[in-house]
């Protein structure tokens, strides 16, 4: 099941500004009304503003490109950063969000090989590399310096729509014994900590982990079945009973002193991979043993700074480094060890009308863990069988018959999925 490597020829600049004045867009799927739409989203048409639906006719399809169509979505607090504009403003709005999909082939362009109508298949955070770059070469495409538009969305559709055309090599096929209704944080929450925890991993090591939520919970899982004595460290004592169920061996409330001081000083840790933003580091760093590693995963907002002693990180030989999701062998990867050691995310599910619903509790930190969205089996059928027959090349004298003929199939209920 390995995803297909590709080279693809780009401008090597980095200058965002340059890119908004003078390339068209439109190879994403041009903004129009809901009757000449072809895919139905959720968005925002300009920075900071609220949710809503908006629609898009998407472009033919590419010849290196797969149509799917969306069944689950997940949703990140990166998404909200992008809308809101806090990791910085060079992205292009009307900006549909979501990085985390898993959804249905329904069309494959004319050089696709991988794929073919009918497979289940996951997309999560990058559409695009070069393939030349010094790290394309030796497999972080992750990392690409030459492709500006390299993440999933921004400019393109990202997952909160119903349809969207994505490049074949960062397409993977799904694993048979992951339930598709809760897997789609995998994508990004997994990928993130499963990558460096693997490249770092010391079977034995006492690991920690800093926050028990989105990203925490699954680091939990995977560092506890790579055979690390996983140690959870958050400022909710509540959380202890949940993060023992999920692997960790011990419980740290990082608000309680005594608890804190056990770990600088008897019980140091070898490893710690910090999934939240925590303004001061330092007493987090005092618990790593001399030559241990910090990894920073969790990205907050550009303004906010992180404070810790450089002393004790010179005199120790302290690592402090970072992480971004994975490439694509690392994603796959993730995905069949979250199979093979039934690694799962706690989501709560919405339907795609309560998608607005779902991004507030994300953006005020609420959800337990990610929020999904069930796309096609909540999309209004009618709507959808519309939007489909918009993708297919039908003549504008027949079209009404097939619409008709769809909505009489609806209500006899001789259609029962699409």
């Known amino acids: 099941r390995r995803c297909v490597q590709e080279t693809v020829s780009t401008q090597s600049t980095w200058d965002l ?36 639906r908006l629609y898009f006719k998407l472009p033919p399809l590419a010849d290196d490109e797969v149509r799917i169509k969306v069944l689950h979505a997940g949703m990140c607090h990166s998404d909200c950063f992008k809308v809101d504009e806090e990791w910085g403003s060079n992205f292009l709005f009307p900006l549909v969000p979501g990085h985390e999909t898993i959804a249905e082939v329904e069309k494959v362009g004319a050089k696709v090989t991988n794929f073919k109508p009918g497979d289940t298949v996951a997309y999560g955070v990058f559409r695009d590399c070069c393939g030349k770059c010094e790290f394309c070469r030796r497999g972080d495409d992750q990392l690409c310096e030459a492709c500006p538009y390299k993440a999933s969305y921004d400019p393109h559709l990202g997952g909160y729509s119903t349809h969207m055309h994505v490049k074949e090599g960062f397409l993977f096929h799904m694993p048979k014994g992951l339930p598709l209704h809760k897997s789609a944080p995998i994508l990004c929450a997994g990928a993130t900590v499963f990558s460096p925890l693997k490249r770092w991993c010391i079977s034995g090591a006492r690991c920690g982990v800093i926050g028990i939520g989105g990203l925490g919970h699954m680091a939990v899982q995977i560092g506890n079945k790579m055979g690390m004595k996983v140690v959870a460290i958050s400022t909710n004592p509540s959380k202890e009973k949940e993060a023992k169920a999920f692997g960790a061996k011990e419980f740290v409330c990082s608000k309680n002193e005594e608890q804190m001081k056990y770990l600088m000083q008897k019980e140091k840790l070898d490893l710690i991979i910090n999934t939240v933003y925590v303004p001061d580091l330092t007493n987090y760093l005092y618990t790593l043993k001399a030559g241990g590693r910090f990894i920073q995963v969790g990205a907050p907002e550009i303004t906010k700074p992180l404070i810790f002693n450089a002393l004790d990180l010179v005199c120790n030989q302290k690592i402090f480094t970072g992480s971004c999701v994975g490439n694509r062998k690392e994603v796959e990867d993730t995905l069949d060890f979250c199979e093979k050691f039934e690694c799962h995310p706690v989501v709560e599910n919405y339907k795609w009308a309560e998608l607005p619903k779902a991004y507030k509790r994300l953006h005020d930190g609420l959800p337990r863990y990610r929020c999904v969205v069930d796309v096609a089996s909540t999309f209004d059928n009618l709507q959808l069988i519309i939007l489909q027959l918009s993708l297919i090349h039908i003549s504008e004298p027949t079209r009404p018959l097939y619409i008709s003929y769809a909505v009489f199939c609806l209500k006899k209920k001789k259609i029962q999925k699409i």
Do not use: H, L
């Open 17 to 52: 500004s340059e890119y908004k004045e003078t390339m068209d867009f439109s190879y994403r799927g041009v903004v129009c009304p809901k009757t000449e739409s072809n895919v139905c989203c959720w968005g925002v048409a300009k920075a900071k503003e609220q949710i809503q």
